[in-house]
T-cell receptor, first 114, second 118 residues
Framework: DAGVIQSPRHEVTEMGQEVTLRCKPI?????LFWYRQTMMRGLELLIY????????DSGMPEDRFSAKMPNASFSTLKIQPSEPRDSAVYFC????????????FGSGTQLSVL | AQKITQTQPGMFVQEKEAVTLDCTYD???????LFWYKQPSSGEMIFLIY??????QNATEGRYSLNFQKARKSANLVISASQLGDSAMYFC???????????????FGKGTKLSVIP
């Protein structure tokens, strides 16, 4: 099993540019999560999907952020336009939607907005 | 109020000694789960151990054990026989609600940075 696959590993962009982060969950998992990690705020849940349907997007900072899951094997997190305060590590995680199931995390995308 | 509190920003332990990382939680749910993850300097998130609120025994996984005190709402991680490779950030997390309720996200604490001294 390849695990959760995120791309790119690192992204450096200029303020105002569009950024798209990609995630492939583990095959068979039906829950997918996007987290953001910063020194100041720790790990924050941005949005999560069950069976490709967004369940809770209350953690999405503002309208500049959007996430999609067009099918069970792919999700994107888009920031448009990006700002320097969006600089963080963005993690995608997946799991089975059963209470005892752990989250499997991808390697993360280190985003730097200059 | 924070749902997960880790009061130790940093901890030091001598190699081969045991160490306890503290975690307290806040929930009104009867059914919930508690998780510990390790994040080494390379950045990946590694699952360590899980404790369900209805589990009668404390969870153990190799050198990791969870000291679960339900009445105190604490779920401390105990690492026995520390190794240099244990140096990392450790995060406590909670999943609230009954399974099947559709709420499977984890809420994380701020983490504890553990440094193992040779």
């Amino acid at each position: 099993d390849a695990g959760v696959i995120q791309s790119p590993r690192h992204e450096v962009t200029e303020m105002g540019q569009e950024v798209t982060l990609r995630c492939k969950p583990i095959s068979g998992h039906n829950s997918l999560f996007w987290y953001r990690q910063t020194m100041m705020r720790g790990l924050e849940l941005l949005i999560y999907f069950n069976n490709n349907v967004p369940i809770d997007d209350s953690g999405m900072p503002e309208d500049r952020f959007s996430a999609k899951m067009p099918n069970a094997s792919f999700s994107t997190l888009k920031i448009q336009p990006s700002e320097p305060r969006d600089s963080a590590v963005y993690f995608c995680a997946s799991s089975l939607n059963r209470g005892r199931e752990k989250l499997f995390f991808g390697s993360g995308t280190q985003l730097s907005v200059l | 109020a924070q749902k997960i509190t880790q009061t130790q920003p940093g901890m030091f332990v001598q190699e081969k000694e045991a160490v306890t990382l503290d975690c307290t939680y806040d929930t009104s749910d009867q059914s919930y789960g508690l998780f510990w993850y390790k994040q080494p300097s390379s950045g990946e998130m590694i699952f360590l151990i899980y404790q369900g609120s209805y589990d009668e025994q404390n969870a153990t996984e190799g050198r990791y054990s969870l000291n679960f005190q339900k009445a105190r709402k604490s779920a401390n991680l105990v690492i026995s026989a520390s190794q240099l490779g244990d140096s990392a950030m450790y995060f406590c997390a909670m999943r609230e609600g009954d399974s099947g309720a559709g709420s499977y996200q984890l809420t994380f604490g701020k983490g504890t940075k553990l440094s193992v001294i040779p």
